[in-house]
């Protein structure tokens, strides 16, 4: 089995992600996009896309990207910001890492709809955990 197939059926084995329906879409060391279709359980109170079900996208996109490399990293701090309220039916995460040491990596992580409309973005810095990943 190929490195990143080995990676993708670990990621896979994510079961909230599973649960609210993130789909892993490419991933290679230090970039990965996810992506959620959009469905009346992602939904809040009033009617727009729960803060929380766009934060769990970005930090998946964050785990896929950072973990890539085959040593396990975790996320120490995350910060987001939610520009507007998504229109569409589908979000789609993109997870770029910014700068990375031994010990410490930063990601951006950028929220579209399938309209490219901005909906929020995520800075998070991954800690490197002095294991690897069993499945790589």
Known sequence: ????????????????????????????????????DISEKHLNGVNIIQGGAIFTLADFAFAAASNAC?????????????????????LIAEAKEVATSQKISNYTVDVFNENKDHIAQLSITGYKKNEKIQAI
């Open 70 to 90: 085959g040593q396990v990293t975790v996320g120490i701090n995350a910060s987001i910001a939610y520009f507007q309220a998504s229109k569409g039916k589908t």
């Open 1 to 36: 089995m190929h490195r990143n197939d080995k990676l993708i059926k670990l990621l896979e084995n994510d079961r909230f992600a599973a649960f609210v329906g993130i789909e892993l879409v490419k991933v290679q060391p230090g970039y990965a996009v996810t992506k959620m």
